[in-house]
């Protein structure tokens, strides 16, 4: 006689479990527990098999019927359902394993000594964001071109230097799949050519004559003391907008005019000793005043725990009149170009902006931190801020030295 649900409720269990049998080999087993399981009994090979299907009320009655006639389909064939459901965990395990999302977590997690934080945070953002929700719980061997193409675009409409970046992530991505074995190929190979050509787009330096002209709109600034003060200390450090606005006062040694970058904040990898000019620490001593009592020497506004954000001094410096013209990073383009003028030499000035030698053979020979050149060198720079701010009434000189003009 067939069970029903009515029957299958009112079952109560007794000393020794018992069987409700509803046909075709499937009965329901009442413990003493009072946990009601489904079981289905099946030949095999000559031998007598029960096959565990699952647990009441999860499994309703019409449930069970039905991974009953599933699992004699299967025994059909000559396989054990319970084979056959250990060999689908497996594969379910497998898939999760080798999906884009984990290969994906374990690249970023490669590459996260070898990145700094701005880069591995950068990264992260733009897959969580853009690439996980398209594609992140497919198996990575099933992302297909037509699955990139269609995130690059979707991300080039709104910004298409990140389009550049997230076609370069998901290809790494997907050949760390291949070279471990979890795929068969890249998908963004075939979409070579498939992007605009992008190049960032780095202001021209200032020249002699314009830089006067922007010292008296930075010294006119009317915003906050903070952003107007970053300028400044750009200006006199020739450091990247970053390793500004993320500085913690205890880098500083004000006493010996040096500010030490940690390596981990540092686009080399590499602690970088910035010496700082008398007009410098001038501009540290006072800010230290306003900020000081922080962890940061520009905290956020919204929360001080952390630094501003980097858009701040873009923000400063378009409102200066120069939005389109001119960046904070042409403020470093502007320091180099002048001060090979003034005849410093190259790899003093290379070392202060912190650039990373190209040729790895030359760079193994070089790692002279020129700190004493440098200290002359970036205090020559301060003067010669000073006086352009003071009228421009000066014309750079051999060797770093400024004369007066006329």
């Known amino acids: 006689m067939s069970l029903t649900d009515t029957r299958i409720r009112q079952a109560k269990p ?4 018992y069987k409700l049998s509803d046909g075709a ?19 095999l090979a000559g031998k007598e098999n029960v096959f565990a299907i699952g647990r009441y009320p999860e499994l309703d009655l019409k449930g069970a019927r039905s991974d009953r006639d599933a699992a004699k389909k299967i025994i059909k064939e000559g396989v054990h359902p319970s084979h056959k459901r250990k060999l689908d965990r497996i594969h379910q395990t497998s898939e999760h394993s080798n999906s884009f999302k984990a290969v994906a977590d374990e690249w970023l997690e490669r590459n996260a000594e070898k990145w700094t934080a701005r880069t591995y945070k950068q990264r992260q953002k733009v897959l969580e964001n853009d690439v996980f929700p398209h594609i992140g719980s497919l198996p990575v061997s099933q992302v297909t071109p037509a699955h990139v193409l269609a995130i690059i675009q979707r991300v080039e409409k709104r910004a298409p230097a990140m389009a550049v970046i997230v076609n370069q992530a998901i290809g790494a991505i997907c050949r760390l799949a ?18 605009k050509p992008w190049q960032t787009q780095h202001h021209k330096p200032l020249t002699a004559s314009e ?43 004000l006493e010996q005019g040096l500010w030490t970058i940690p390596a981990d904040r540092m686009k080399s990898r ?8 008398d007009q410098a620490v001038d501009l540290l001593n006072r800010l230290h005043g306003v900020s000081g009592h922080r962890e940061f020497l520009f905290p ?12 701040v001094l873009w923000k ?3 409102s200066l009149g120069y939005a389109g013209k001119f960046s904070p990073h042409g403020i470093r383009a502007t320091g180099s170009t002048m001060l090979n003028e003034m005849g410093f030499r190259a790899d003093v000035i290379e070392r202060q902006l912190a650039h990373t030698e190209r ?21 020559t720079w301060a003067d010669f801020i000073d006086a352009q701010a003071d009228g421009g009434n000066v014309t750079i000189g051999k060797f770093g030295k400024a004369s007066q003009a006329g």
Request: charged share 30%.
């Open 25 to 43: 080999g499937l009965h329901l087993e009442v413990r003493p527990t009072g946990a009601k399981l489904w079981r289905l009994r099946y030949r």
């Open 316 to 318: 400063a410096v378009a």
């Open 300 to 311: 956020n506004r919204s929360d001080p725990r952390r630094p501003a954000s980097r858009g």
């Open 211 to 253: 830089l006067p002209a922007f010292l008296q709109a930075v010294d006119d600034y009317p915003g906050q003391f903070g952003n107007k003060t970053a300028l400044q200390i750009m200006l006199l450090t020739l450091v990247r907008t970053t390793e500004l606005i993320e500085a913690r006062w205890d880098e500083f040694d």
């Open 359 to 379: 040729n790895k053979v030359r760079a193994s020979y070089n790692q002279a931190d020129y700190l004493d050149e440098r200290r002359q060198m970036m205090q």
């Open 14 to 17: 007794k000393d020794k479990a």
């Open 178 to 195: 291949v070279v471990t074995l979890r795929s068969d190929i890249d998908p963004t190979a075939p979409l070579r050519g498939s992007l």
């Open 270 to 277: 590499e602690a970088h000793r910035v010496p700082l000019s």
